[in-house]
């Protein structure tokens, strides 16, 4: 009798910790959307290699460090949490050329990543401003700044918020397709 449940106990115990093994995989995985920024970086800088680069985890480094100085906003965020920039405080760029090296796609790089440190997937893209459907009154001076830095253009002397406005409408034409 005690034998008996001894063993079913044992039984359950197994069961329990198999069951734990199984969902361990899982709850570790991506989720849709998570660490959007790493998944696209990491893509986006593969696609930069050439197949004798991507053998190499020196020179995968070396790359990198070289498409950091030139990303920005995000992504040069990101560079900053891997090492890749000179300011960085860690330096995780193993964690990245390996992987690259052995051919891993980039949402299971992002998942070791992840695990490393967890700020890499709390980074998120900025919601983009339809300049053609939104009233450019109704925005926020940052809002308005926001949309002059991602065209790469500065408003010099701007110093009210009617400055920032007209100089989006003056830019308008150039960054906007208007829909006919």
Known sequence: MVKDNFLSG????????GLILFLLPHSIA???GDCEVCVKTVDVFVNTLSEEVKKDTKRIEEEFRSFCKK??????????YLGGVEDSATGILG????PISWSMP?????????????????LRYDK???VNA???KKLKVRDLKKILSDWDEEC?????????????EELKHKYVKTEL
Do not use: H, P
Request: charged share 45%.
């Open 128 to 130: 983009q401003i339809d």
């Open 95 to 98: 964690e990245l050329s390996k």
């Open 134 to 136: 939104v009233d450019l």
């Open 71 to 80: 990303s920005k906003n995000k992504e040069q965020r990101f560079c900053y």
């Open 10 to 17: 044992r039984i359950v115990l197994m069961s329990a910790f």
């Open 156 to 168: 010099d002397g701007c110093l009210e918020k009617t400055d920032f406005i007209k100089r989006i």
């Open 30 to 32: 991506l989720k849709e």
């Open 106 to 122: 980039a949402e299971k790089i992002c998942e070791k990543l992840k695990k490393k440190d967890a700020q890499i997937c709390d």
